[in-house]
T-cell receptor
Framework: EAEVAQSPRYKITEKSQAVAFWCDPISGHATLYWYRQILGQGPELLVQFQDESVVDDSQLPKDRFSAERLKGVDSTLKIQPAELGDSAMYLC????????????FGPGTRLTVL | EDKVVQSPLSLVVHEGDTVTLNCSYEVTNFRSLLWYKQEKKAPTFLFMLTSSGIEKKSGRLSSILDKKELFSILNITATQTGDSAIYLCAVEQSSDYKLSFGAGTTVTVRA
């Protein structure tokens, strides 16, 4: 069964360092989402791509976060510099298209910032 | 501002019990409500509800939506230890298809 792949699964970093997360969506899924889930809360959308274009990044802290999906397939989310408050689970999800919202989630990257 | 509120925040039951989870919402341009199950990893999709009063069922899980009173419930009957998880409710807006998630209900099923 096709799955969303993410790496790394766990990342520990010190504040002010740069971190990057990678996501490979299910083949054929045009829409890709990055979510941040703080412990005890539901996922919060950071950025949404339709193919290679950003559809929504209104909740992305653009002073330190960036995301790209250059060829409309896999995607990278970067944080530079990391802050203590960035510690969270970063989830990637994909769906066939935006209006079909059965989103399939990857296993997530758990980030700890020391 | 859109709001999705789940209750209770957590509960502990014994195997065989029935649990009822609640999700109330205030969103503009409602399109659908989704339930996910999250164990120690990514959320997995359970149900998508778009119409009031139509129950969706999958094995021991069922869910129903009330668009007039703006809530949904998720029932789990004859609970098993494998049902222990966080259950997330999310509401989709028709304007931009964005999902707004509630904080989740943590269910612990004891043997």
């Amino acid at each position: 069964e096709a799955e969303v792949a993410q790496s790394p699964r766990y990342k520990i970093t010190e504040k002010s360092q740069a971190v990057a997360f990678w996501c490979d969506p299910i083949s054929g899924h045009a829409t890709l989402y990055w979510y941040r889930q703080i412990l005890g809360q539901g996922p919060e959308l950071l950025v949404q791509f339709q193919d290679e274009s950003v559809v929504d990044d209104s909740q992305l802290p653009k002073d330190r976060f960036s995301a790209e999906r250059l060829k409309g397939v896999d995607s990278t989310l970067k944080i530079q510099p990391a802050e203590l408050g960035d510690s969270a689970m970063y989830l990637c999800a994909s769906s066939y298209w935006t209006s079909n919202n059965e989103q399939f989630f990857g296993p997530g990257t758990r980030l700890t910032v020391l | 501002e859109d709001k999705v509120v789940q209750s209770p925040l957590s509960l502990v039951v014994h195997e065989g019990d029935t649990v009822t989870l609640n999700c109330s919402y205030e969103v503009t341009n409602f399109r659908s409500l989704l339930w996910y199950k999250q164990e120690k990893k990514a959320p997995t999709f359970l149900f998508m509800l778009t119409s009031s009063g139509i129950e969706k069922k999958s094995g021991r899980l069922s869910s129903i939506l009330d668009k007039k009173e703006l809530f949904s419930i998720l029932n789990i009957t004859a609970t098993q230890t494998g049902d222990s998880a966080i259950y997330l409710c999310a509401v989709e807006q028709s304007s931009d298809y964005k999902l707004s998630f509630g904080a989740g209900t943590t269910v612990t099923v004891r043997a």
